[in-house]
């Protein structure tokens, strides 16, 4: 059976996972697309052989020949379609961050639980990048001894969309590395720290935190959403006995006129185009069998990331470190 994917959402993300359901995952195809701009809907239902457009959200998640939803709509709607696709019964992945409200997360995550099955799937597709699968194996299988620290960078060449203010730093961008760190550390944050250096660039600027997790670990993480130069995302796992860093895909080096070169790719798309081909073949065998993917984020994880960028925020605000306070985790997400 062919599962029907309704693509909520016509923008930067919507067009790139209509394109890689359409061209990349086998076993589903793009139903409809659903866009407040029905021309731009119309236009990625034409180059992916979507059957129908839709422009009323909750209507396309309800109708009888969607059998699972992508979420790629701006970060605001994302709880609330979340919980449209829950109460359809209805599989979704929904991208990042599940909401930038821990207390609207735990309403969808109080909507699932009483659901009774999980049906959510959160679109931090980092962990299925190759390069952090193998740090992650590199800390399971003992090599580097005890994890101490994790430095991260994030750069964008510049802010990804209209209306992206200063705070979202912490609470759109940030949220990759809240999530992959304590993935891989397999732990959950205690306090964070937020500095933001003086620029004269103005628009919005780079923000340091410092996080610190259960087992008294330092995360640190870099954002800077207007760097210029390429996108570059760095990572370093540091343990007692070794440490273990990213490396960017790079696909050929340019040698000439007494220089030797390589590109950084122009945003996320590119740079993790292996990671989202993963995570949405992930999410349609998630879809076919109902089992949860073993890698993949969920409620829980949208929840933990919201609260981390919660008290970041504060923390720039204040100067202060602000403690990272969650809920106990509910059995159903463990
Ligand atoms: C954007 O929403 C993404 O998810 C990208 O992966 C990230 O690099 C960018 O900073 C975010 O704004």
Request: aromatic share 6%; hydrophobic share 40%.
């Amino acid at each position: 059976m062919t599962i029907r994917v309704a693509i909520i959402g016509a923008g930067l993300m919507g067009a790139d996972h209509a394109r890689i359901v359409s061209e990349e995952v086998s076993g589903a195809k793009v139903q409809v697309v659903c866009d407040r701009d029905r021309g731009r809907a119309r236009r990625i239902a034409e180059s992916t052989g979507a059957a129908d457009v839709g422009s009323d959200a909750k209507e396309v998640v309800a109708r009888t020949d969607v059998d699972a939803v992508i979420i790629a709509s701006p970060d605001g709607t994302h709880a609330a379609l979340s919980l449209a696709c829950v109460r359809a019964g209805k599989h979704v992945l929904c991208e990042k961050p599940l909401s930038q409200s821990s207390d609207e997360c735990l309403q969808v995550m109080e909507a699932e639980r009483a659901s009774g099955s999980k049906l959510i799937q959160l679109g931090f597709m980092r962990r299925y990048d190759q390069s952090y699968v193998e740090m992650k194996q590199a800390l399971t299988d003992g090599m580097l001894g005890q994890a101490i620290m994790m430095h991260n960078f994030h750069r964008n060449v510049e802010t990804p969309a209209a209306g992206f203010v200063a705070e979202m730093a912490i609470t759109n961008s940030a949220p990759h590395e809240f999530d992959v760190a304590r993935f891989i550390l397999d732990t959950e944050y205690t306090g964070v720290s937020a500095f933001a250096p003086r620029t004269k660039n103005g628009g919005v600027g780079p923000v340091f935190l410092v996080l610190e997790t259960r087992e008294g670990q330092l995360v640190n993480v870099e954002i800077n959403n207007n760097a210029s130069y390429g996108y570059d995302v760095r990572a370093e796992l540091v343990g007692e006995n070794g440490a273990i860093s990213l490396v960017d895909p790079v696909h050929s080096r340019l040698d000439i006129s007494l220089t030797s070169r390589t590109s950084y790719a122009s945003d996320w798309r590119p740079r993790y185009g292996e990671a989202y081909r993963r995570q949405n073949r992930d999410f349609i065998a998630f879809v076919e069998s109902g089992r949860f993917p073993e890698i993949a984020s969920d409620c829980w994880d949208g929840y933990a990331t919201a609260v981390t960028a919660e008290a970041g925020v504060a923390a720039l605000q204040s100067g202060h470190k602000v403690p990272v306070n969650m809920i106990a985790k509910p059995e159903f997400y463990t």
